[in-house]
Nanobody, 123 residues
Framework: QVQLVESGGGLVQAGGSLRLSCLASGRTFSRYAMGWFRQAPGKEREFVAGCGWSNSYYADSVKGRFTASRDNAKNTVYLQMSSLTPDDTGVYYC??????????????????WGQGTQVTVSS
């Protein structure tokens, strides 16, 4: 069993930045592909970014603005978000997929989820 706890969400003005963190329990963190997803009111959960064992991947909507990284020694994955717009508003979730090198973009592929953290970008 893996527990994921996100932090770092909040209210920010358009053009601002936020850094989300996701702390994972367990001793096999390095074996997980980690994904970041978000869900806006009335919309489906969508892939934002992912950290594989050696590379990071991004949705087109956030390329060049968001950076996903991981620190296996700290069992933590990060999402640095910059140039935020109101369209980035939503609940952000981290997710873990065991024994996967490349993170997938479909929520159903993930084994564990955090509780989410709210990000609100004001115009």
């Amino acid at each position: 069993q893996v527990q994921l706890v996100e932090s770092g969400g909040g209210l920010v003005q358009a053009g601002g930045s936020l850094r989300l963190s996701c702390l994972a329990s367990g001793r096999t963190f390095s074996r997980y592909a980690m994904g970041w997803f978000r869900q806006a009111p009335g919309k489906e959960r969508e892939f934002v970014a992912g950290c594989g064992w050696s590379n990071s991947y991004y949705a087109d909507s956030v390329k060049g603005r968001f950076t996903a990284s991981r620190d296996n020694a700290k069992n933590t994955v990060y999402l640095q978000m910059s140039s935020l717009t109101p369209d980035d508003t939503g609940v952000y979730y981290c997710a873990a997929e065991l024994d996967t090198v490349v993170p997938k973009s479909e929520p159903n592929d993930y084994d564990y989820w955090g509780q989410g953290t709210q990000v609100t970008v004001s115009s």
